[in-house]
């Protein structure tokens, strides 16, 4: 069931690239870290391609697929290593795409009921249907800014830091 939602949101937000990644972004919504993280399946590195976000294809960017009907993501989010997201858009969809079995664009278009449309045998494909209210929320990487003395301070504090996430 979990696999077909995440075939779904892949046709749903054309991200059928591979975009996704394998695994769940977990952080927390405040900056105490108490409890249990929030855990995002689906996400992708970089903003969405038809946002107009500077440098939309940079790692300084995380986005997180999401059923947002009850509210959006949360503004900050803290993961454990110390890093902060901030939100800087949020873009809802029609959470609906039309099936590509339909232009017979699938494998194994025998497979029935359809994975992404859910049509049964004997029925024509129709629309992936996620739901109401799924959006794309766009994290941009909080910046650092400490100020170094010299170039070489800059380096081994890059060092650092990367050896301590
Ligand atoms: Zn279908």
Avoid at 8 to 21: I, P, R, S, Y
Avoid at 75 to 91: E, M, P
Avoid at 120 to 134: I, K, N, P, S
């Amino acid at each position: 069931m979990d696999q077909n939602e995440r075939a779904q949101v892949e046709q749903v937000f054309a991200l059928t690239g591979g975009e996704l990644n394998d695994q769940p972004f977990q952080a927390w919504s405040d900056a105490s870290r108490d409890g249990a993280p929030l855990s995002f399946a689906y996400n992708y590195d970089g903003a969405p391609e038809y946002s107009d976000l500077p440098d939309r294809y940079e790692t300084e960017y995380i986005t997180i697929v999401s059923d947002c009907l009850f509210g959006s993501e949360s503004d900050v989010l803290y993961q454990a290593n110390g890093v902060r997201w901030i939100k800087v858009a949020s873009f809802r969809s029609s959470g609906e795409t039309e099936c590509p079995c339909k232009q017979g664009d699938c494998d194994g278009d025998d497979d029935r009921p359809c994975p992404l449309c859910e049509a049964q045998q004997g029925e024509a494909h129709g629309y992936v249907y996620l739901g109401d209210g799924w959006c794309e929320t766009v994290y941009r990487r909080a910046a650092r800014r400490p100020i170094y003395r010299t170039r070489r301070d800059a380096r081994h504090a890059r060092r650092s830091l990367r050896a301590y996430e």
